[in-house]
């Protein structure tokens, strides 16, 4: 299958402080990529939609000031979580859709993630 | 907005049980719905998924049923093993702008030997 890449696993920073994830994909090329973010013994939540080239598509409820995405290559997308703070502490993961494979499912690959902790 | 529900939260099966996880969505023109199994920390993994236009799929000891008029699917595990031990998560993709996929809460699902 796609291979997504996901940096950092893990990341500890000080409340205030801005936190940047990547996401690549290694052996495709994502138009679109979706941001999650699941807490603890919860179910993932979609923050966003990535458009290579173009402005992402947040989800209700999302701060797109707060959580900024950047896609500025086929291959990459970035999360960076601004001025954090210890309500940020969660695990985003990233995804990707592969047009094309496997007839064109449509599967979403997902990255290994990225645990924050804001101290 | 669109949502997928996902009953039960916790299942918990003797080894060699069947499991079954349910889930119903509310976009009637979702057209795609693929499972996931996460572990511990780790990334969400694809199991199995089922188009619309059919009704069951099955890979091995792993089956899929969907009824698009009840907008309900399932979730069929056959002698569960230990090893099946994990989170499984139900999605369905929303119709229209960039199919973004939605998930259920998720099922926590114990095998015990």
């Known amino acids: 299958g796609a291979v997504v890449s996901q940096h950092p696993s893990r990341v500890i920073c000080k409340s205030g402080t801005s936190v940047k994830i990547e996401c690549r994909s290694l052996?495709?090329?994502?138009?679109?990529m979706f941001w999650y973010r699941q807490f603890p013994k919860q179910s993932l939540m979609l923050m966003a939609t990535?458009?290579?080239?173009?402005?992402?598509?947040?989800e209700q409820g999302v701060e797109k000031d707060k959580f900024l995405i950047n896609h500025a290559s086929l291959t990459l997308s970035t999360l960076t979580v601004t001025s954090a703070h210890p309500e940020d502490s969660s695990f985003y993961i990233c995804?990707?859709?592969?047009?094309?494979?496997?007839?064109?499912?449509?599967?979403?690959?997902f990255g290994e993630g990225s645990r924050l902790t804001v101290l | 907005g669109e949502n997928v529900e996902q009953h039960p939260s916790t299942l918990s099966v003797q080894e060699g049980d069947s499991a079954v996880i349910k889930c119903t969505y509310s976009?009637?023109?979702?057209?795609?719905f693929p499972w996931y199994k996460q572990e511990l920390g780790k990334r969400p993994q694809l199991i199995i998924d089922?188009?619309?236009?059919?009704g069951e799929k099955k890979d091995q000891r792993i089956a899929v049923t969907l009824n698009k008029t009840a907008k309900h699917f399932s979730l069929h595990i056959t002698e569960t093993q230990p090893e099946d031990s994990a989170v499984y998560f139900c999605?369905?993709?929303?119709?229209?702008?960039?199919?973004?996929?939605?998930f259920g809460a998720g099922t926590r699902l114990a095998v015990h030997p």
């Open positions: 999605a369905a993709r929303l119709s229209g702008g960039y199919n973004k996929l939605i």
């Open positions: 995804s990707a859709r592969v047009r094309g494979l496997r007839g064109g499912t449509g599967e979403l690959f």
């Open positions: 089922i188009r619309s236009n059919v």
């Open positions: 976009d009637s023109a979702s057209n795609y």
């Open positions: 052996d495709f090329q994502a138009t679109t």
């Open positions: 990535s458009n290579e080239g173009s402005k992402a598509t947040y």
